[in-house]
Structure formats: structure tokens, C-alpha cells
């Protein structure tokens, strides 16, 4: 397939915090929302292919049209769409004159008890492209909510952050009605390998048993060779990279929200050994779980 109109993916594809800003890393709490043509204005409607490591975005196309590259995959489209991004994937845009929408961004921290499960299904999917021409009651609620979202940060409203929490859980329970009912239909559009959606799906279920890559493919029915080559090819990450990665984002998860102390954590996680437990963290993330807790933490309670 041919790239589309100025982009180049041959190159090293660079991981940003918001497309041009340094990493967020420091701001774990961080909900952004901002209209398309304000948002594209400095790169003259241009963004390069590039990819999140820590932020799921929803871009929300009301009117205009676009070309997007999702991975491998070019697309143009030209009538009101929604495009889901878990973090980890590549894509870029060029937004032609007159383009406009909202692009939402969470970073993954965000995951509180009242959402986690919710977001953690739509980082374990493929990037979704949800047609909003024939969802006319649909896109209104959507539309309304990301509205409500931008009053919210616009105004230092009292419980504005509970607010905002609500309003998150609302738009990603809409994002999974949609998607159910487009799946089908969003995995051919998109080129989505189905083998990889059904491997996500094993991740999400298995994680902490720390099945090795070979019980997967058998579940699979492939070979080991043959589900790397997938995950490699589709997604730029081995199939025990991707592995590791859910299990670090959990481990992140409960080292930010809660204050379990870490050896309940490691055995809660499937880990018998907390050195162990210690030295993959650090390895996956470059930080000892002490340390990655003492810059994420935000006086939680055990729950």
C-alpha cells in the first residue's frame, strides 16, 4: 500500500508525549482536549507518523476530511468519523482546509477504579475507525460530552476534576457500544489482522499467568514464529513485548492507585519471586517500582 500524500514511515518513528511536546510523564493525571484546527494549525495541517507510549486518544472528525495512516494502513476519509489510538501505535494526519473536530487525549494513569476496566478494553483493542454518518443519536451524545469536557476545562468549576472523571467513563462506554457494534466491519476497513485482535484478547485474559509466547500461539493455532511475524509486522513489537507491556501497565496501575507494598503486589501479579518482580519493572520501564511509585503517587488508600 502506498503511503499517503508527505508521509514516510522508513524512518525511526519518534514516541511523543502530545504530537511536538515533551513526554507527560510528570503529569500522570493529564486530560487534554483540543479542536482539530487549533491543534494542526503550527504543523500546517501535517502530522507526522509517530506514536504515544503512554496516551489513548480519540480524534472525533465533525466536518472536513482527512488522510490518516494507521500502522501500515492509509486512509482517506471525508465524512463525520471517530478514530480510537491506544498508545503504542503508529499513525499520522494531514488535515485538509477547513477540517474540524476534537482530539482527546488521556494518558494512562488514569486509570481509577470507576474507569479501569473500561479503558483497559480499549487499550487492548486495535485502533478503531467508527463511521458516524448513520449514528445520528449516537454522534449528538458524543458531540454533548465532549462539549460538557471542554466547559469543564475551560471554567475552575468546583469538583470539576470529578466531573471530568465522569465524563471520561461516559465516552469510553460509548466507545464500546460503537465498537461492539462495528467490529466486523472496522476490522476489514482498517486491515486489522484478526489473529492479533484475538491475541489481544488472550493477553487481557492471561496476563498474570505469565504464559510463555508458545501456550498463546497453541491457543492461537499458529506457530510461535508465525504470531511474531504478525505482531512484528502490524504492530512493530514482538508477541512477548506486547506481553510485558500489559503486565507493566498493571503493575502501574496498582502502584500509582493503591498502597499495597510491593511483595503484595508481586504476588498478586503472578510474580513468586519480588526481586524478580523488582528487576523486570525496572528493566521494562527504567525505574525500581519504589521509585516509579514516589513520582506517581497521589496519597491514595488502600482499597
Known sequence: MKPARGFSTENRVPTFGLYGEARQDEDPGFLHLERISISSQPFDGVIKPHRHSELFQLLVLQRGSLSVVLEEVELNISEPTTISLPPGYIHGFIFNKDTE?????????????????????????????????????????????????????????????????????????????????????????????????????????????????????????????????????????????????????????????TQRNLEVISLELGFEDPAYFTRFFKRETGLSPSEYRSENNFGTQDR
Open 101 to 257: 473536530g476534537y482530539i482527546l487525549t488521556l494518558a494512562l494513569p488514569l486509570l481509577l477504579d470507576s474507569n479501569a476496566d473500561l479503558l483497559s478494553a480499549q487499550l487492548s483493542s486495535e485502533p478503531k475507525v467508527i463511521p458516524l454518518t448513520t449514528r445520528e443519536p449516537a454522534t449528538k451524545q458524543l458531540y454533548r460530552l465532549l462539549e460538557l469536557v471542554s466547559y469543564e476545562l475551560r471554567y475552575q468549576n468546583r469538583d470539576r476534576i470529578l466531573m471530568c472523571e465522569h465524563l471520561v467513563q461516559s465516552i469510553l462506554i460509548w466507545l464500546k457500544r460503537v465498537s461492539e457494534e462495528i467490529q466486523p466491519e472496522n476490522e476489514t476497513s482498517t486491515g486489522t489482522d484478526p489473529l492479533l485482535s484475538r491475541f489481544k484478547r488472550l493477553i487481557e485474559d492471561h496476563y498474570i499467568e505469565h504464559l510463555p509466547v508458545g501456550e498463546y500461539s497453541e491457543m492461537l493455532g499458529v506457530s510461535p514464529s508465525t504470531l511474531n511475524r504478525r505482531c512484528r509486522t502490524h504492530l512493530g513489537e514482538s508477541a512477548l513485548q506486547l506481553i510485558h507491556f500489559r503486565l507493566t501497565q498493571e503493575i502501574k496501575r496498582r502502584l500509582t492507585f
